[in-house]
Nanobody
Framework: QVQLVESGGGSVQAGGSLRLSCAASGSFLRLNGMFWYRQTPGNQRERVAFVSSDGGTMYADSVKGRFAISRDNAKNTVFLQMNSLKPEDTGVYLC??????????????????WGQGTQVTVSS
């Protein structure tokens, strides 16, 4: 089994910054793509940022130039640096990781895991 534990959420004023972390632990061979999503009340889950296994990144238009995703492969951790925060950035942020490792049925497989989420609140 694989566990993803997020941290770093909180409450800030508009224009402030936060840095989110998501650490993976458990039994696996490697971590492939790593994603950050956010969930707002009444809205669908939105993909915010992505980092590939070789460090390539992609961002939602709404966060380009303000957010930066990165990863530390030695620590099995993905980060999301959020700057110039806006009230519309408020939501629960979840990490989503493509994990390559032993499957419950035997053999090796790729499977997506979710973290529990961390709340980010930006006040105007």
């Amino acid at each position: 089994q694989v566990q993803l534990v997020e941290s770093g959420g909180g409450s800030v004023q508009a224009g402030g910054s936060l840095r989110l972390s998501c650490a993976a632990s458990g039994s696996f061979l490697r971590l492939n793509g790593m994603f950050w999503y956010r969930q707002t009340p009444g809205n669908q889950r939105e993909r915010v940022a992505f980092v590939s296994s070789d460090g390539g990144t992609m961002y939602a238009d709404s966060v380009k130039g303000r957010f930066a995703i990165s990863r530390d492969n030695a620590k099995n951790t993905v980060f999301l640096q959020m700057n110039s925060l806006k009230p519309e950035d408020t939501g629960v942020y979840l990490c989503n990781v493509d994990v390559y490792g032993p499957s419950d049925l035997g053999g090796i497989t790729s499977r997506l895991y979710w973290g529990q989420g961390t709340q980010v609140t930006v006040s105007s």
